[in-house]
């Protein structure tokens, strides 16, 4: 038994000022992900690029599914599968190229540079866990609203939620899968030169 899970399990039936301990640890781990996941966003806001990079694991999968409108009765199929189309599914080779194009400065989308800005928000663990070993991995999943103006008047709003594999790499974690899905059918947007 690893000391992470020995250690989960003296938790068991322990209290803090009537607070389970294992409750409390479980939630210390939700915050311990927020916070990765918001210094994520951050780096990327501020146009850190190849710094946010290193938040992926080399065997990334970095993935945007397309929305379908769909009759009610078939709404639980309304995203494209793994093996469809897509608006995006790139490995973290095809990521670093996409950021190494953007800090060419001659990337024609995005020049002059997008301003960006995201929210990330609804950040929850499906699971009851008190810590991850080395190398473990849980479902993060998350809502996001991205904010884009360009030039003078170019504006786009883009909601949705995201499904993170994250996993544990020494005291942080590494991305290595991202799941994008956007609430539209349509893209809005003029292109997807930005980053969620």
């Known amino acids: 038994m690893s000391d992470i899970a020995k250690n989960s399990a003296d938790l068991q039936g322990k209290t803090i000022g009537g607070l389970p301990i294992d409750r409390l640890a479980h939630l210390i781990l939700i ?8 210094t994520e966003m951050d780096v990327l806001d501020n146009r850190e690029f190849e710094r946010w990079l ?16 769909l009759a009610f009765r078939d709404h639980h199929h309304d995203i494209t599968g793994p093996d469809d189309a897509a608006w995006i599914d790139d490995d973290k080779n095809i ?5 190494k194009q953007i800090l060419t400065g001659i990337h024609w989308a995005e020049e002059p540079l ?45 909601a949705g939620r995201r499904i993170d594999i994250l996993r544990r790499s020494g005291d942080s974690f590494l991305i290595a ?16 030169t930005f980053f969620f």
Do not use: C
């Not at 915050?31 to 918001?38: P, T, V």
């Not at 290193?54 to 409108?69: A, G, Q």
């Open 31 to 38: 915050r311990e992900i927020e916070d990765f996941l918001y």
């Open 95 to 99: 990521l670093t190229k996409r950021v």
């Open 54 to 69: 290193e938040f992926f694991s080399d065997d990334l999968r970095y993935w945007m599914p397309m929305r379908k409108n």
């Open 177 to 192: 899968k991202r799941t994008i899905v956007i609430d539209q059918s349509v893209l809005l947007a003029k292109n997807l």
């Open 114 to 158: 997008s301003r960006v800005s995201h929210i990330i928000t609804n950040v929850r663990i499906d699971r009851s866990i008190t810590a991850l070993a080395e190398g473990e991995e849980v479902e993060v999943k998350s809502g996001f609203l991205v904010h884009r103006n360009r030039l003078e008047t170019e504006t786009d709003f883009l």
